[in-house]
Nanobody, 123 residues
Framework: VQLQASGGGLVQAGGSLRLSCAAS????????MGWFRQAPGKDREFVAA????????YYADSVKGRFTISRGSAKNTVYLQMDSLQPADTAVYYC?????????????????WGQGTLVTVSS
């Protein structure tokens, strides 16, 4: 399974971006999907996740109320709508997918990782 993330770019503080991630295999439709990010010089951290059905969503406290995760109708795509962006959101964002997720925020729970897309927020 390959995950292709897109939608990153440069935006001013307070602006918005929408990230997309498409999976190469429809089996991912039964997987939980989500996003992690890694800022320069920092560890990779959890951002958001969504259950296979789309019925449950999970967010890091730092993005709650500003970011919204959703799945496409075919369930093998996932989106991250990012509003009220701040310079602290600058990072490479990675799309992930996993079948048996017990703790959405743990990196090693996920089976597949995308290549990452860079988001830069200027002040």
């Amino acid at each position: 399974v390959q995950l292709q993330a897109s939608g990153g770019g440069l935006v001013q503080a307070g602006g918005s971006l929408r990230l997309s991630c498409a999976a190469s295999d429809r089996t991912v439709s039964s997987y939980q999907m989500g996003w992690f990010r890694q800022a320069p010089g920092k560890d990779r951290e959890f951002v958001a996740a969504i259950s296979w059905s789309g019925g449950s969503t999970y967010y890091a406290d730092s993005v709650k109320g500003r970011f919204t995760i959703s799945r496409g109708s075919a369930k093998n795509t996932v989106y991250l709508q990012m509003d009220s962006l701040q310079p602290a959101d600058t990072a490479v964002y990675y799309c992930v997918a996993g079948l048996s997720i017990r703790k959405s925020w743990e990196i090693n729970q996920y089976d597949y990782w995308g290549q990452g897309t860079l988001v830069t927020v200027s002040s």
